[in-house]
């Protein structure tokens, strides 16, 4: 309760010395939009009248890798807008000669790793929530929802259009945003808005509003202030089907089945209630296309977490995938649909008036095997305090709706709920962020200590990057619907960052860095602590070097096999301390070829342990990239116990024939599972997020190559307006 009232103390502290500013640039950094009756063209070439009539975006300032004075690579921006669209016209000049870095035609691509140009809209004038459109010179869109103060979920994708022009000295882009594409509050004057430039051939990265190099230039505490020549009116209502007709063959060679084919239909339904507002209805969804996840050596005692990358929950999904911390979600939608299908479901999400955010979810799923069918219902309220922090309660529900005699939940239990509150802190200047909440779990049976509660805060600037978490879950707390990897604990976890700038032309940053994690159980004796002290080289040409050194202390409360291969566990009660020496190495991202080294040696309970860690690209700009992500574990344990050379590799080949057209090639070798997986999807955008897919996946084992199973999967689905 100390510790509590103690964090909640130092947030509202933060919030107050900030809560009456309206935005770092707002006042200073303004662009002037006018409606136009002229039909402009979307081709990269900007020849229509009205972009000479415009205020003009320009004189951008420098973020990386300083961010003092004007960037090198100039750049300049004009807005126009007619009763439907977004236009936006952008010139990125070159400073220097030579080819522009991409990775590849393919839509949402790695940030980092190409010159590109982005326009952030702060939609909402929340400084929290606005959506990012953003180009490669290669013609390549990237898109995305922001949250939190500016993180971008680039798995949503929505309709615009884009054209880009490539010249010697400079690259023009032109873009085409339809209002019905994004949310926003009807009658506003202004949006918040900035626009971000990178150009990896002098490594500079460059914002029109100003903003410190520690921030990234998606924050939107920053951005400057789009002025309307006339508010946009609230809008009716709008709607958008998407149907998707499939037809899919598969094969449980294992079990010596033959194959089995089976067509489907279904689709989407995106009803766009108000300008903020929108309900999406599923009706017998199919996610075959969904790209594989990326395996994972598994040497934890705890469940792994894999992303949701499934549309349906994408669109404002901040709203329930960001309630708690990443270890103790107590909603995490992949728990829906991915074991029993899902026949229908409804989410609606959006904003109520200026501080108000809503979003209400709920799925039913089919039963199969032995797993029961089950609803799933999530609701969540928040409300904007202050500036940009936030306050917000929550309830999940999973309960089954028809009996079909013994079949429960997981837990034994018919249902299973979670409700809870949280509060959310960013500052004025983002350098205070944190979370304070508190959740409690109710099912029949269900104890006092059926509670999860923490608070984290963090304070960051240039040079100084400072955390502290702390968390108490209760040993009867239960959220099935939620990512929990562990009960009855409370945990602590320090962390501290310190980068030192030196005037040198090699050297851009250099510093230490230290942090411990320390788990105690109810009776606060310590089960486990992490503790690491490491130093980081980065270099101006973006070489990044670490040296870590490691301490790990763990008591097993049950029996545990480290390496997971099912042999001889270590017995319980029992407890053990070694340690462990790291180096990583990161090269040049803008060089056609690049890579990730990690290498670590020690020891690792009560044996030792070596690891080679590596991630391989190659790209052919812009038509593919080939990359290998591989892991290499060597234990070495005392008999009785298995020792073991656990290998995973992971070779991607990503060819972009067009914009529209992809065909990705993953190959997934894991001796721990003792399998080999093959996934080939091809992908041909017909239409804007409209899409052929032909996918086909194939598991084996790695010693014969003899076939477990495999699948061919066809889907077409269609975005009707």
Same mark, same amino acid.
């Given at each position: 309760?100390?510790?509590?009232?103690?964090?909640?103390?130092?947030?509202?502290?933060?919030?107050?010395?900030?809560?009456?500013?309206?935005?770092?640039?707002?006042?200073?950094?303004?662009?002037?939009?006018?409606?136009?009756?002229?039909?402009?063209?979307?081709?990269?070439?900007?020849?229509?009248?009205?972009?000479?009539?415009?205020?003009?975006?320009?004189?951008?300032?420098?973020?990386?890798?300083?961010?003092?004075?004007?960037?090198?690579?100039?750049?300049?921006?004009?807005?126009?807008?007619?009763?439907?669209?977004?236009?936006?016209?952008?010139?990125?000049?070159?400073?220097?000669?030579?080819?522009?870095?991409?990775?590849?035609?393919?839509?949402?691509?790695?940030?980092?790793?190409?010159?590109?140009?982005?326009?952030?809209?702060?939609?909402?004038?929340?400084?929290?929530?606005?959506?990012?459109?953003?180009?490669?010179?290669?013609?390549?869109?990237?898109?995305?929802?922001?949250?939190?103060?500016?993180?971008?979920?680039?798995?949503?994708?929505?309709?615009?259009?884009?054209?880009?022009?490539?010249?010697?000295?400079?690259?023009?882009?032109?873009?085409?945003?339809?209002?019905?594409?994004?949310?926003?509050?009807?009658?506003?004057?202004?949006?918040?808005?900035?626009?971000?430039?990178?150009?990896?051939?002098?490594?500079?990265?460059?914002?029109?509003? !100003?903003?410190? =190099? /520690?921030?990234?230039?998606? @924050?939107?505490?920053?951005?400057?202030? %789009?002025?309307? #020549?006339?508010?946009? *009116?609230?809008?009716?209502?709008?709607?958008?089907?998407?149907?998707?007709?499939?037809?899919?063959?598969?094969?449980?060679?294992?079990?010596?089945?033959?194959?089995?084919?089976?067509?489907?239909?279904?689709?989407?339904?995106?009803?766009?209630?108000?300008?903020?507002?929108?309900?999406?209805?599923?009706?017998?969804?199919?996610?075959?296309?969904?790209?594989?996840?990326?395996?994972?050596?598994?040497?934890?005692?705890?469940?792994?977490?894999? !992303?949701?990358? =499934? /549309?349906?929950?994408?669109? @404002?999904?901040?709203?329930?995938?960001? %309630?708690?911390? #990443?270890?103790?979600? *107590?909603?995490?939608?992949?728990?829906?649909?991915?074991?029993?299908?899902?026949?229908?479901?409804?989410?609606?999400?959006?904003?109520?008036?200026?501080?108000?955010?809503?979003?209400?979810?709920?799925?039913?799923?089919?039963?199969?095997?032995?797993?029961?069918?089950?609803?799933?219902?999530?609701?969540?309220?928040?409300?904007?305090?202050?500036?940009?922090?936030?306050?917000?309660?929550?309830?999940?529900?999973?309960?089954?709706?028809?009996?079909?005699?013994?079949?429960?939940?997981?837990?034994?239990?018919?249902?299973?709920?979670?409700?809870?509150?949280?509060?959310?802190?960013?500052?004025?200047?983002?350098?205070?962020?944190?979370?304070?909440?508190?959740?409690?779990?109710?099912?029949?049976?269900?104890?006092?200590?059926?509670?999860?509660?923490?608070?984290?805060?963090?304070?960051?600037?240039?040079?100084?990057?400072?955390?502290?978490?702390?968390?108490?879950?209760?040993?009867?707390?239960?959220?099935?619907?939620?990512?929990?990897?562990?009960?009855?604990?409370?945990?602590?976890?320090?962390?501290?960052?310190?980068?030192?700038?030196?005037?040198?032309?090699?050297?851009?940053?250099?510093?230490?860095?230290?942090?411990?994690?320390?788990?105690?159980?109810?009776?606060?004796?310590?089960?486990?602590?992490?503790?690491?002290?490491?130093?980081?080289?980065?270099?101006?040409?973006?070489?990044?070097?670490?040296?870590?050194?490691?301490?790990?202390?763990?008591?097993?409360?049950?029996?545990?096999?480290?390496?997971?291969?099912?042999?001889?566990?270590?017995?319980?009660?029992?407890?053990?301390?070694?340690?462990?020496?790291?180096?990583?190495?990161?090269?040049?991202?803008?060089?056609?070829?690049?890579?990730?080294?990690?290498?670590?040696?020690?020891?690792?309970?009560?044996?030792?342990?070596?690891?080679?860690?590596?991630?391989?690209?190659?790209?052919?700009?812009?038509?593919?990239?080939?990359?290998?992500?591989?892991?290499?574990?060597?234990?070495?344990?005392?008999?009785?116990?298995?020792?073991?050379?656990?290998?995973?590799?992971?070779?991607?080949?990503?060819?972009?024939?067009?914009?529209?057209?992809?065909?990705?090639?993953?190959?997934?070798?894991?001796?721990?599972?003792?399998?080999?997986?093959?996934?080939?999807?091809?992908?041909?955008?017909?239409?804007?997020?409209?899409?052929?897919?032909?996918?086909?996946?194939?598991?084996?084992?790695?010693?014969?190559?003899?076939?477990?199973?495999?699948?061919?999967?066809?889907?077409?689905?269609?975005?009707?307006?």
């Amino acid at each position: 309760m100390i510790l509590r009232t103690f964090f909640l103390s130092v947030i509202l502290t933060c919030l107050f010395s900030g809560a009456l500013s309206q935005g770092v640039n707002r006042d200073k950094y303004r662009i002037h939009i006018s409606k136009t009756n002229e039909r402009i063209n979307i081709d990269g070439v900007m020849d229509e009248a009205v972009w000479q009539n415009t205020d003009v975006a320009k004189d951008f300032m420098r973020v990386l890798p300083i961010d003092t004075g004007y960037a090198a690579a100039k750049t300049e921006v004009r807005m126009a807008y007619d009763e439907s669209t977004l236009f936006i016209g952008i010139i990125c000049y070159d400073p220097t000669a030579g080819k522009r870095p991409v990775e590849s035609l393919r839509r949402d691509f790695a940030f980092l790793k190409n010159d590109n140009f982005v326009v952030f809209i702060d939609t909402y004038n929340d400084q929290t929530n606005g959506f990012a459109f953003g180009i490669s010179p290669a013609g390549a869109q990237w898109d995305g929802q922001q949250a939190n103060g500016g993180t971008v979920n680039t798995d949503w994708d929505i309709k615009w259009r884009s054209a880009v022009e490539n010249y010697n000295d400079r690259w023009v882009a032109e873009f085409a945003i339809p209002f019905r594409s994004i949310r926003y509050n009807g009658g506003e004057p202004e949006w918040g808005i900035n626009f971000s430039r990178q150009d990896l051939k002098i490594n500079e990265k460059s914002s029109w509003a !100003p903003m410190p =190099r /520690q921030v990234a230039t998606a @924050n939107l505490a920053f951005t400057g202030s %789009l002025v309307w #020549d006339i508010p946009l *009116p609230k809008a009716g209502l709008r709607t958008s089907l998407i149907p998707y007709v499939s037809a899919k063959t598969t094969q449980n060679k294992e079990a010596g089945e033959p194959f089995k084919t089976q067509f489907n239909a279904g689709g989407d339904a995106k009803m766009i209630l108000s300008t903020s507002m929108n309900l999406d209805i599923t009706v017998n969804p199919d996610y075959s296309q969904v790209e594989v996840d990326q395996q994972q050596t598994n040497l934890d005692r705890f469940e792994l977490f894999f !992303p949701e990358k =499934r /549309q349906f929950f994408l669109e @404002n999904s901040d709203l329930f995938a960001n %309630l708690g911390t #990443d270890n103790l979600r *107590p909603f995490f939608s992949r728990r829906i649909g991915l074991t029993n299908p899902i026949q229908a479901g409804a989410r609606l999400s959006g904003k109520i008036g200026n501080d108000w955010r809503i979003g209400i979810m709920d799925l039913q799923t089919g039963s199969k095997d032995s797993i029961p069918d089950a609803n799933f219902a999530v609701a969540t309220l928040q409300r904007r305090v202050f500036q940009r922090s936030s306050i917000s309660a929550f309830m999940v529900n999973k309960e089954t709706i028809f009996s079909h005699g013994d079949d429960s939940l997981y837990s034994g239990a018919k249902f299973n709920r979670v409700a809870g509150a949280e509060f959310n802190l960013a500052s004025k200047d983002n350098r205070w962020t944190g979370k304070a909440f508190y959740h409690q779990s109710f099912y029949p049976g269900s104890k006092s200590d059926a509670f999860a509660t923490a608070a984290n805060i963090t304070y960051a600037t240039q040079y100084i990057n400072a955390t502290l978490n702390q968390a108490w879950v209760g040993a009867d707390y239960l959220a099935e619907t939620g990512y929990i990897r562990r009960h009855g604990y409370y945990e602590t976890s320090p962390f501290f960052q310190y980068k030192f700038f030196p005037k040198s032309s090699v050297i851009l940053s250099h510093g230490p860095v230290a942090s411990t994690t320390m788990l105690f159980d109810p009776s606060m004796k310590m089960t486990d602590r992490e503790s690491e002290l490491a130093y980081q080289v980065e270099w101006h040409n973006k070489n990044i070097f670490e040296l870590e050194f490691e301490e790990s202390y763990i008591y097993l409360p049950t029996p545990f096999d480290p390496t997971n291969s099912g042999g001889v566990p270590l017995p319980a009660e029992t407890d053990y301390n070694w340690q462990e020496v790291g180096l990583t190495f990161t090269s040049d991202i803008r060089k056609s070829f690049n890579f990730m080294l990690n290498g670590l040696y020690g020891g690792y309970y009560n044996g030792s342990r070596y690891s080679l860690n590596s991630e391989i690209y190659y790209r052919v700009q812009p038509y593919g990239s080939l990359a290998v992500i591989a892991s290499y574990n060597n234990i070495s344990m005392p008999k009785p116990y298995n020792s073991a050379e656990l290998i995973m590799v992971g070779p991607r080949l990503d060819i972009t024939f067009t914009d529209k057209i992809f065909f990705t090639s993953l190959v997934q070798y894991n001796n721990q599972i003792d399998n080999l997986n093959l996934n080939l999807r091809f992908q041909w955008r017909f239409a804007p997020v409209s899409d052929l897919y032909i996918v086909y996946t194939e598991n084996s084992y790695p010693s014969n190559y003899n076939i477990k199973n495999r699948g061919l999967v066809f889907k077409i689905s269609y975005w009707f307006n």
